[in-house]
């Protein structure tokens, strides 16, 4: 207690004590706690550098600075705003990817004989897109595509661009997590049986769909469908509609 405590009357400095600064100290905690809780995860499947719509469905989830966000790969090509998204996420908190598919497939393609940087995939693929290149002729571009992971596993949840191979787990190579959808001719989700929920994309064909503890966001927004996000706490989709088909719809199985 200090002398200014001392100049109190007693019954002043009890109320002080005992009363007002533990109803402080649970206050403050609430506060924190609350804070805590109040923080979001959300998924979101494939943009293939569908930038409006993914600003859009931000806008849509209410996505605030301390939300963390995760992306189910595949959030460059088949449209011209690959390097908006890029530099978006990039830029945002709390903001992660695995790798998909494309992404593999640019970087798998990335250099000649001579060590220099191979654009002839990007341009028979995508039609010269400029944006594009200027993704993957920037270092750090290139450096944060490589730097992606191919799953992201944290106590209630796993994040996968293609799928988890039953004899592999979270051990599945890279080529097979990015790239396969069918296990013996079946879809691989109808193998699982874990009580982590799979969140993954890569198939805009099959849509939104949830089953066997599995959720597929890729519900084909460069086809002319829609961005999906999910939420992880509250469980809800949101959905926006693509502003235009930026692709031709007999491609949705890629």
């Known amino acids: 207690m200090n002398i200014a405590s001392l100049s109190k009357p007693w019954s002043d400095t009890c109320l ?15 506060i924190g706690k609350c804070t805590i809780s109040s923080m979001r995860t959300f998924f979101i499947g494939d943009v293939h550098g569908c ?9 849509r989830i209410g996505l605030r600075d301390d939300d963390r966000l995760f992306f189910a790969g595949d959030i460059i090509n088949k449209w011209p705003k690959s390097l908006e998204v890029v530099e978006w996420i990039r830029a945002r908190p709390n903001t992660y990817s695995v790798l998909g ?10 250099y ?10 990007i341009d028979i693929q995508y ?22 992971p191919v799953i ?4 209630n949840f796993i994040l996968v661009h293609g799928w988890i191979h039953p004899d ?14 069918f296990h013996n001719e079946r879809p691989w989700y109808e193998y699982y049986s874990g009580t982590k929920p799979i969140i993954y994309g890569h198939w805009a064909l099959d849509g939104l769909r949830i ?22 706490e509250t469980k809800n989709f949101y959905q926006v509609r693509a502003h235009a088909v930026y692709k031709n719809p007999a491609h949705w199985k890629s």
């Open 16 to 30: 002080e004590y005992f009363l007002v600064r533990p109803y402080c100290t649970l206050l403050a905690f609430l």
């Open 51 to 59: 930038f409006d719509e993914l600003i859009e469905l931000t806008h």
């Open 101 to 110: 598919n494309h992404e593999y497939f640019s970087l798998e393609s990335k």
């Open 112 to 121: 000649t004989d001579h060590g220099q940087w191979n654009l002839s995939w």
């Open 127 to 148: 039609k010269k897109s400029e944006k594009l290149r200027d993704i993957l002729t920037k270092q750090w571009h290139k450096d944060w595509l490589l730097s992606l």
């Open 152 to 155: 992201i596993e944290e106590d």
């Open 168 to 181: 592999y787990g979270i051990n599945t190579p890279l080529e097979i997590a990015t790239l396969i959808r």
């Open 211 to 232: 089953r066997s503890n599995t959720i597929g966001l890729d519900s084909g927004c460069c086809f002319g469908g829609h961005l999906t996000a999910y939420c992880l």
